[in-house]
């Protein structure tokens, strides 16, 4: 038998809602068009479908394999029309790119320098934003891909391992901790700790670190400015953690130093994020090749499969 695709859809959506009415006003039909579609498309089967129970419908156990068969054929039929309007924008040559105020500072010049090279037709927007805003955005489909901390990732998104990225515990010089060679993270428990704010990637890393060793520090700052807590930790003798190279000329000119930490620095993934679902366009491909794999020649099949 050949299915009348027309059909079936009709039908999908009837399933989604075990509806006429429901159904009609979906596919901005009439109720009675839905209903003489349906049977229709039960004829063509030669099977029963679904049957009444009361003022409920119910699927047969062939009706209910069917559904969610077509529920996987129009999740593709929706991605290649997504693919097919994306590209026909003016914009299909832009990549939006979201990531931590720590990234954009530390890791994406060099990377988003490396791809303009590489693709200088290809016009880059980078957003800042803490983890939590920026996968948000990513499932509003206001980026095209984002970057941050690892997380549990909704089922929603398909993520690509990235880098290690290693927080070092830093202070004034005169800070008490510097009478010391090194010292135990468990001595924060007596310190007043300058952090990023809820939703950051980096925050999560830090409290997970000090949960391991039962630590709860006297006092915790919330910041999303690292200028702020730089001048804080100056006046008021706080410590933070942050990555080296955001406080490279602190460090060099000697108003920051690190302090060695006797079980290690702060470490944790950061990983490249993508919507699991969406098409994945020529900009997305070539950027994860280069962040990844160093060569714009990654497959397709290795860039979608999940």
């Known amino acids: 038998m050949t299915i009348n695709l027309k059909h079936l859809e009709t039908f999908y959506h009837f399933c989604r809602f075990l509806s006429m009415t429901r159904a009609a006003e979906t596919m901005n039909v009439s109720q009675s068009a839905i209903s003489q579609q349906i049977q229709l498309f039960q004829e063509e089967c030669a099977v029963k479908l679904f049957y009444r129970e009361g003022n409920q419908y119910r699927l047969t156990d062939v009706g209910e394999s069917i559904f969610l068969l077509s529920k996987v054929i129009f999740a593709r039929l929706a991605q290649i029309e997504d693919m097919l309007e994306e590209s026909r924008r003016p914009t299909s040559g832009m990549l939006r790119i979201g990531t931590t105020k720590d990234y954009a500072a530390?890791?994406?010049?060099?990377?988003?320098?490396?791809?303009q090279e590489r693709f200088?037709?290809?016009?880059?927007?980078l957003n800042e934003g803490n983890s939590f805003e920026l996968l948000a955005r990513l499932r509003d489909r206001k980026e095209d891909l984002v970057v941050v901390a690892r997380t549990h990732y909704d089922s929603c998104f398909?993520?690509?391992?990235?880098?290690i990225v290693e927080l070092s515990l830093v202070a004034r010089p005169e800070h008490p901790f510097f009478k010391q060679d090194r010292i135990s993270i468990r001595n924060l428990s007596d310190?007043?700790?300058?952090?990023?704010?809820k939703g950051s990637g980096s925050r999560d890393a830090i409290l997970r670190k000090l949960a391991e060793h039962n630590v709860k520090p006297a006092s915790i700052i919330e910041s999303g400015s690292l200028n702020f807590m730089q001048a804080y930790a100056k006046s008021r003798m706080g410590i933070f953690f942050v990555t080296a190279n955001e406080v490279a000329d602190e460090l060099a000119s000697g108003a920051l130093k690190k302090i060695d930490i006797l079980e290690g620095n702060v470490k944790f993934p950061a990983d490249i994020v993508v919507l699991r679902e969406k098409p994945m366009m020529a900009p997305v491909r070539k950027f994860l090749a280069i962040a990844i794999r160093?060569?714009?020649?990654?497959?397709?099949d290795t860039m979608t499969q999940h």
């Open 158 to 163: 398909k993520s690509f391992p990235f880098t």
């Open 294 to 300: 160093g060569s714009e020649n990654i497959s397709l």
């Open 106 to 115: 530390t890791l994406m010049p060099d990377l988003v320098s490396r791809f």
């Open 120 to 125: 200088p037709e290809i016009m880059v927007k």
């Open 191 to 197: 310190a007043l700790l300058i952090i990023r704010e």
